[in-house]
Every structure is written in structure tokens, then in C-alpha cells.
């Protein structure tokens, strides 16, 4: 990615940059087709919400960061286009809150797991999971479900970006925390999962890696209480009213 | 096409298909990255816009048959997205309209031009303009800037599906009517177009194509008064208000 060099200062950095990271995912086979076209919904909804982190956003990233700093075994899942946009911040959030890597992918196959696995120890990742994915969530048929035994399977809570509703159904019914980032605050992951982010993923991981760092140390009754006060419903529908009433009017 | 087996009572059958054709157009070097990303933006308004045609895209629709019909020489812009989704309602709206077919294309390559005029050309199309593009658009960079003599440069009235916004600007620029499909309704395509269609391609081009049929044999006058009455600007307010209160509330 070293060849992208659009200035900082240019109004639209962020989304060429993104877009950009996209591209090379692609080219190093880690974006696939189907990634392509969830970027461009992706960046439909970015853009009806101001391409800004919206304060219940960001009240959902503190409660992701205290979630995880609770979890016994939290487990980021890691697909191609978080791997192609967030490779850095994916390390940095595993580092920050003892999180394992898990590669997951919808439409798996064993060069696209290897793929991201090596992009993932390219940006500093000691220990990537997937690679031999021997335990299987019910409810979905064979590939679909495929996870880590010392991964998913086993973790108390799960982050899960950019995920397809089915899997993060099937994930939340085996009673898991989940954390998902989604930017289509009325998809079936966002209504699923126990702390919906809405906003863009390269703005979400960071914040929860910033929030996991301030918080550390605090004590579990605080860390409680910060996850209790957090109300999914009401940050999906913080973010439906911002697509309804920012940029549109 | 042929291997898509959804029974069209399936729910989603319409989504299905759509995603199916832009598969299809991958593998037949027709759709590009670009386009694939293009997709799934549009595909995220659609949903917004509760994948319907709005009563205002449909009065757009026949405003933009009416000026078809009055036109000395119209022309259907044709990108990799528009022919692997809808060639053979391109191929039918210009039968019925006699309207030239021109591919045209954002990130222009030869081989790319002669893969859409070959689909162009197997769905019923005897004439497809756009291969050789020795006219240019003045303000757009040379490859983005190409047209046909006999096609774009010579028409007085376009229609441009999917269109980037610089080009679509640079097309209104050069004094043409331009009727614009595009699902979102506050791209600058849609703020330039004398008639914005936002409405999903697979419904749009089959409407105008219908209106077409309907108003063929209608006066000038009348066809005159429709495209008179007809307000992009109130078009494009209805869009965004179906996008805030439709399907979000």
C-alpha cells in the first residue's frame, strides 16, 4: 500500500485511502467479489451518516472496549476487507485487550485464510487462528460455519465487522457477546448483536483499541456498569434518525 | 446467464438476479472493481428506497421518454454495469425510441469496449457506437473524455445510467439534455441531469422503454408539456424523502 500518495489535507483522504486499501486487497486475493460490492453498500450508508463517528457510535466502542476487558477469551474475527483496510488497528486492538486473531471468512477457502493470515503477521500478529478450523458453529451449513476450537468456538465474546446476518444470528444464539461493526444500522448483525457499532470500520476499531486503553485497570464493577448502561436499540435508532435527518435535509 | 435457477417466487429473487448479472459481468471482463463497488452502493440506496419505484421516478421515467420521442438525435450511454444488468432492455429502449447505443466507459479500455459491444450485440443490438471514440468531451482528461463522432458528440439528448459525476457534469456543460439513472439521489449525476431517474436500473430502463411505446404517436405539443411539468429538483426531494421516512421509520 506504500504507493498511495494522495495528501492528507485532500478533502476526500479517508475514502480514497480506504478505497485504495480495497484495490490492494484485491490484488494480494484478499478481497473478494462479494467484499467489493459490501464496500460499496458500506460506503452508501458512510455517506448518508456525515462519514462521522456518531456519539452513540462512540458511547458503542466504550462499551465494545469494556466487554472485552471483562471477556475471560475475547476474540476478534478477522475477514478480508477488515484485513485489507484495519490491519494495523486489528493488531493494535488484539494487543490492547489480550483479544486472539481469528481469521473467518464467509466464502472460505483455505488460500484466501492463508492470505490474511500472512497479512495479519505482516502488520505484527504473533498468534492468527483459522488457519485449521476444526470446530464448527451449528445452524450453518458446513463451510459457513467453520471456527477455531481455541477460537470463536471458545470465547465468551466475539467482535465480528462487516459480518453476514446469518453467521451473526448463528453466533449470538450460542450465547455469546457480540460486538459487530456494520455500517447499516438496520442490517440483521446490527439488530443481533450486543453492541452494534455503526460507523465505518476504519474509524471503529481504533476508537475501541483507544477506549480499551483508557479503561484499563478499571475495576470490573465499573466495567459493568458501563456495559449495563449501553442500550443497542437505542444506538441503532441514534443511527437510523442521523441517516434520516443529517445529510438528507 | 443461463445457470441462474431462483424461482422468481423466491423473496429476494430480484436482489438475487442483479447480484447473479454482475457476477456474470466479472467473468465476462464487461465489470470492472470499480463497478462492483458502484453495485453495492447502489445496492445499499435501493434497500433504503424499499427497492420500489417511487411515483416520482416513475414520472421521471416517462418525462424522459417524452424527450426521446422529441429528440432529433438521442443516445443510451452504456457502461460495463449498465450492459452485464439490462442488455436486452438497453437493446429494446433503443428500438423503441430509435435511440443510438454507445458504450461509453469511465475507466476506458479497448478490450473492455468490444467485450460490452459484444454482449450489446448478442442480446439484438445491430448498431452499437463507442468503439471507435474519436470525439472528446472538452474539460474531462483524454481517456475519460472519448465519445463517438457519429454518437454522444452529435446527440442533443443522452441518457447516462451509472454515471460518474464529473462526466455527467461535463456532458450537462455541453448544452445536451441529460436524463440520468442513479439510485442515489444527491449525487452531483442526479444534480446535473435535466432528468434524474433514481430508480434501480433494472426498473428504469424497462419503464422509459414502456412510456416510450405508450407516447409514441403523441403530438410534440403534448410530449413538450410533459417534459415541461416535469421538476427534477421536486423528483429529487421525493427521493430523499422516501430515503428519510420510508423504510427507516
Chains 1, 2 share one sequence.
Do not use: C, W
Request: no cysteine.
Amino acid at each position: 500500500m506504500d504507493e498511495f500518495d494522495v495528501p492528507e489535507s485532500h478533502p476526500r483522504y479517508q475514502s480514497l485511502l480506504t478505497r485504495h486499501r480495497i484495490e490492494a486487497g484485491v490484488e494480494r486475493g484478499i478481497t473478494s467479489r462479494a467484499g467489493l460490492v459490501a464496500q460499496g453498500r458500506g460506503e452508501a450508508f458512510d455517506y448518508l451518516l456525515g462519514e462521522e463517528t456518531l456519539p452513540s457510535a462512540a458511547d458503542a466502542a466504550r462499551a465494545a472496549a469494556a466487554h472485552f476487558l471483562l471477556a475471560d477469551h475475547p476474540v476478534v474475527s478477522v475477514n478480508g476487507n477488515a484485513a485489507a483496510l484495519v490491519p494495523d488497528e486489528l493488531v493494535a486492538l488484539a494487543d490492547a485487550t489480550g483479544a486472539d486473531l481469528e481469521v473467518n471468512l464467509f466464502h472460505r477457502t483455505d488460500e484466501r485464510v492463508a492470505a490474511i493470515a500472512d497479512v495479519l503477521r505482516e502488520h505484527g500478529a504473533t498468534d492468527v487462528k483459522g488457519e485449521t478450523a476444526d470446530a464448527r458453529i451449528p445452524d450453518l451449513d458446513h463451510e459457513r460455519g467453520k471456527v477455531a476450537t481455541d477460537g470463536i468456538a471458545d470465547a465468551d465474546v466475539v467482535l465480528v465487522p462487516l459480518e453476514d446476518g446469518d453467521r451473526a444470528a448463528a453466533l449470538s444464539e450460542l450465547g455469546k457477546t457480540e460486538i459487530v461493526i456494520d455500517l447499516n444500522p438496520l442490517s440483521r448483525s446490527a439488530a443481533v448483536a450486543d453492541v452494534p457499532i455503526v460507523d465505518n470500520i476504519v474509524r471503529a476499531v481504533p476508537n475501541v483499541t483507544a477506549h480499551a486503553r483508557t479503561l484499563t485497570g478499571t475495576s470490573e464493577a465499573e466495567l459493568r456498569a458501563i456495559v449495563d448502561a449501553f442500550d443497542p436499540d437505542a444506538a441503532r435508532a441514534a443511527a437510523e434518525s442521523a441517516i434520516r435527518d443529517g445529510q438528507l435535509d
